[in-house]
Structure formats: structure tokens, C-alpha cells
């Protein structure tokens, strides 16, 4: 498998996955319609409260506001949407991917919702949410095709003059990595860029990063970018992916996002890191405040099924470092172990 191979795919899928875009504006309507007429009701109540006099108007309102929401969810058009579904999983072969499950689940829901002769006030919040779930995927088909057609574009054109100082080579060790994380590898290490190129003040549009080279079977990206934001990223990760593997089963007695969160940032001193990297932190309180979380979780991401990577020259190997620590606490048990005296 090449990077083409990755490209064409999503060339494929998108192609299959046309339909859906005007799927996504007919359940945005049904959305619109939601938030409009839930709206009327609050203005309403905010207005004139709810007492024994009016609560029969209230609940006439609610019945209302369904009854506009179900006219609009017949709209939707369920049968070619099953003809949709089944062209995208001859593209993907995965019923259990994301996408289909959030298209069936949603076109669950406006069946049942438009059939039923009354609905709980709680199933329509789960409707709803089923409407943006579905809206998301869709779009986040079409921007990885996009993405990964810029890609290919700036491979294609060999146009791409760099220092090579100002370049960083990430390898993934595990061979069986399918198209999908490939994309989604590429998009969370362009996401770390652009992050970091705000934290920089540094125009990510103007400094784009480029890829040299990009290989599958196990996967490898060799990128440029902004000499200061490449420094930077290269000093993080290394010093991210080694504190995540050396901190494995910490790691995952941690509950909770938040907390990972927060070990990373409080253990490498991410402050400090941006002020050696020549950031006035005091100056960026703000932007630092928006994208240090979520550089920290993009770097989990790049770990998770992942137990070798190298950053640069650095490789870090997860079987090595619980390896390591098993060494080190059974040394620890023996040191602790009086020694048996042999009987002559």
C-alpha cells in the first residue's frame, strides 16, 4: 500500500458519499426547525411563565413544536439513503465505521420520530443529537479528501524547496495500520502544527507544512515547516512520547481525559518548554490557554495503538520500557529478599 493508494480511497468514498451532502442539509432543516420553535416556547415561558392558567397552552405549544419537527423529518429521503449506505460500505467494508453508524442511527431516528404519534421531550434532545453526530462525520469525509488531495498535489508538483533543518521524520512501527488512521495521522500532526504555529504568532497559512515524504506498510511522514515551530514540535514530542511510554501503566490507572491532560503539561513543564523556545508566555497566556490542552491530547492520540515511534533520530519502544520496569521491580524484590542459607 503507497500514499496513493490512501488518496484514492477517499477519492472513492467521497464519490459514493455525494448524496450525503444533501442528506446533511435536510437534517439541518430538521435541526433548524427544532431550534426554532424551541426557541418561540422559551421567549414564551420567559414571558409570560407557567402557571395554572396557561399550562394548557404550554403543552399545546410542545405539541406544536413536535408536530413542525416530524413535517420536516418527512422530508428526509430515508430510501436513498439506504442505497447510499450500502454503495459507501462496499467502498469501506467496516459496518461498525463511524460514518455508517451515525447515518443509520440518525435515519433511525427521523423514521421512528416521523411514525410516532407522540415523543418524549428527551428523545428529541437524543435526535438532535443524533443530527449532529451524523453532520459531523459527513463533513469530516469531505475534509480528509480535500486534505489528503492537497497532499498529493504538493508531492505531485515536486515543488517543495526546504531546509533540512527545518524538517521532522515520524515513523509508526505497527505494520497492519489501515487507510483511515493513516489520514487521521496526517491530520493530527498538521493539527500540532498549526497549534503550535499560534502559539508561535506564527501564520500557518504562510508557513505551510509540506510533506517530503510519506511511505505505508509501517508508516512514516517526513515533513517542513517553520523552522521554530519544527523545533519545537520535536522538542515536545520527544519529550511527550517518552514521558506516555515510560509512565504506561500510570498512565492508565489516570481517569479521565483531564487528567492525562494535566500530567503531561505538569510533568514536562510545558510553560517552561515554550519559554526555552523563546515564547513570552506572559504575552500568550491566552493562546497558549486555547491550544496547550489540545496539544497534549493530539500527542496522545499519535500513541494510542501504537508501542514503537520514532521522533527525529529518537526511538521510543513501549515493549522496552514495561520491560524495563519489570526488570527494575523484580530487582527491587530481590534486594528486599533475605538470601537462603545453604545446610551444609
Known sequence: MIFKDVVNYYNELAEKSKYLLEF??????????????????????????????????????????VACIQVEARKVNLMEIGKVINEIYQVKKDKASKLLNSIENCSNWIYNFSNMPSIAVQQIESFIKSIDTAVKEIDNIFYK????????????????????????????????????????????????????????????????LMPIKIESGS????????????????????????????????????????????????????????????????????VLKQNLDALCLDTYKLTTRNNKISIGENVYDLGKEISQAVLESASDKYIDTPRLEKYN
Do not use: P
Not at 446533511?24 to 409570560?48: P, W
Not at 509512565?247 to 483531564?258: A, F, H, I, R, V
Open 24 to 65: 446533511k442539509n435536510q437534517i439541518l432543516q430538521v435541526k433548524a426547525k427544532y431550534i426554532e420553535a424551541y426557541t418561540y416556547i422559551l421567549d414564551g415561558t420567559i414571558t409570560s411563565g407557567v402557571n395554572a392558567s396557561n399550562v394548557e397552552s404550554a403543552k399545546n405549544q410542545v405539541t406544536n413544536m
Open 145 to 208: 479528501n480535500d486534505f489528503l488531495n492537497n497532499i498529493n498535489s504538493a508531492i505531485e508538483s515536486n515543488e517543495c524547496v526546504y531546509e533540512e533543518s527545518a524538517t521532522l521524520a515520524i515513523r509508526m512501527y505497527r505494520t497492519q495500520i489501515e487507510l483511515g488512521e493513516m489520514a487521521n495521522y496526517m491530520i493530527i500532526i498538521n493539527s500540532i502544527y498549526e497549534r503550535v504555529c499560534a502559539i508561535f504568532n506564527v501564520s500557518a497559512s504562510e508557513y505551510k
Open 219 to 286: 508508516w512514516y511522514e517526513k515533513i517542513f515547516g517553520n523552522s521554530k515551530v519544527m523545533a519545537f514540535i520535536e522538542d515536545w514530542l520527544n519529550r511527550a512520547v517518552g514521558f506516555i511510554y515510560r509512565n504506561y501503566t500510570n498512565e492508565g490507572k489516570l481517569k479521565g481525559q483531564s487528567n492525562k491532560i494535566n500530567a503531561l503539561k505538569e510533568n514536562l513543564k510545558l510553560t517552561e518548554l515554550c519559554e526555552k523556545h523563546g515564547i513570552n508566555t506572559e504575552e500568550a497566556k491566552k
